[in-house]
Each structure stands twice: as C-alpha cells, then as structure tokens.
C-alpha cells in the first residue's frame, strides 16, 4: 500500500494536506481523500465516517497489502 500527499495549506501553527492518496497496487485499488473546509481542535461529526455496503456487496477485510485477512469471505 501506498500514501502520498499533496496540495498543503497552513491551517493554525501546522501545515495539512489537502489531498491524500491510498493506493493498493496488488489489487488495482486507488482512494483519493479531497479535503476541504479544513478544521483543527473542533469536535468531529463521526456520522460523516459511518458507512453502509449496497445490499449483495460483500464487506472484505484486507491487509496492509490489499490481501483478504485469514477468515474473511472470498
């Protein structure tokens, strides 16, 4: 797996990327984070984190490298 940053913007004493990138090669996955209206030391909505598979969609735990954990659904 991999990460990389871009776009960095001073919020406050820190700079914080506005953009990350996860990409996993062994299974062609890529996630692209945009980040905006930046915020630091503010209490989080953790709704905006919950998320819930389309019906039939298996849920697939992987590892670091994008490979099924032992037990899960294949």
């Not at 776009?7 to 990350?20: D, I, K, L, T, W």
């Not at 692209?32 to 989080?44: F, G, I, M, Q, T």
Request: glycine share 4%.
């Amino acid at each position: 797996m991999c990460c990389s940053r871009e776009n960095f913007e001073e919020v406050g004493p820190a700079s914080y990327p506005r953009r990350v990138i996860l990409t996993a090669p062994r299974v062609q996955t890529r996630i692209e984070l945009n980040y905006k209206d930046v915020a630091v030391n503010e209490p989080a909505d953790l709704t905006l984190y919950e998320m819930t598979a389309p019906a039939n969609v298996p849920i697939v735990e992987v590892d670091e490298l994008g490979n099924p954990r032992e037990g899960a659904p294949r």
